[in-house]
Each structure stands twice: as structure tokens, then as C-alpha cells.
């Protein structure tokens, strides 16, 4: 995949409103919170969506460990918990 710098590159070229980051396995965890947070310290006002089978098994407490994620969907993508008033 990419780098850290090469995604927030490529993100700057065409800021969007929000950005989903599927968490499938617990393996992917740590690299998915990393790069959701560093997106959200480059780009404060871009939504953030996580959603996968390891957000869903757990969706409270992964929003209680990242409280910088907007919003968490199950595995159907709906949106279950919302951390913002703006989607």
C-alpha cells in the first residue's frame, strides 16, 4: 500500500467530505487508526468512516479508543453510531 505521506498527498489533490477505512481483521487495526488519525490531523474537516468486522463486533468501545472517528458502520454499512450532528 501507500505511505502515510503518499495517501495525505493524494488526498490533498481532491479534498473530499468523508473518507471510509474498512477495518476487516483485527491484524488491520493498527494501521487503520494510524492512518485515520493522520488524516484527521491534516485535514480536520474531512469525515471519518470506519466500518469492517472489527468495528462492528465493537463499535462503542472503538469510538471510545479513537475518539477522533466521526462515524462507525456495521457490516451492512449502515451507519450505527454517529459522533457528529453534520452527516
Same mark, same amino acid.
Given at each position: 500500500?501507500?505511505?502515510?505521506? &503518499?495517501?495525505? +498527498?493524494?488526498? @490533498?489533490?481532491?479534498? =473530499?467530505? *468523508? ?5 476487516? &481483521?483485527?491484524? %488491520?487495526? =493498527? #494501521? #487503520?487508526?494510524?492512518? %485515520? &488519525? @493522520?488524516?484527521? $490531523?491534516?485535514?480536520? +474537516?474531512? $469525515? ?8 462492528? #463486533?465493537?463499535? +462503542?468501545? *472503538?469510538? #471510545? ?7 462507525? &458502520? ?11 450532528? %453534520?452527516?
Amino acid at each position: 500500500g501507500n505511505s502515510i505521506d &503518499s495517501t495525505l +498527498e493524494l488526498i @490533498s489533490r481532491n479534498v =473530499p467530505d *468523508f473518507i471510509g477505512i474498512p477495518i476487516i &481483521s483485527t491484524a %488491520g487495526y =493498527p #494501521a #487503520a487508526v494510524n492512518l %485515520g &488519525s @493522520s488524516i484527521r $490531523k491534516a485535514f480536520p +474537516e474531512i $469525515k471519518l468512516i470506519y466500518g469492517g468486522h472489527h468495528v462492528s #463486533a465493537g463499535p +462503542e468501545a *472503538f469510538l #471510545a479508543a479513537n475518539p477522533y472517528v466521526d462515524h462507525v &458502520s456495521d457490516h451492512h454499512y449502515y451507519i450505527i453510531r454517529d459522533n457528529t450532528r %453534520g452527516l
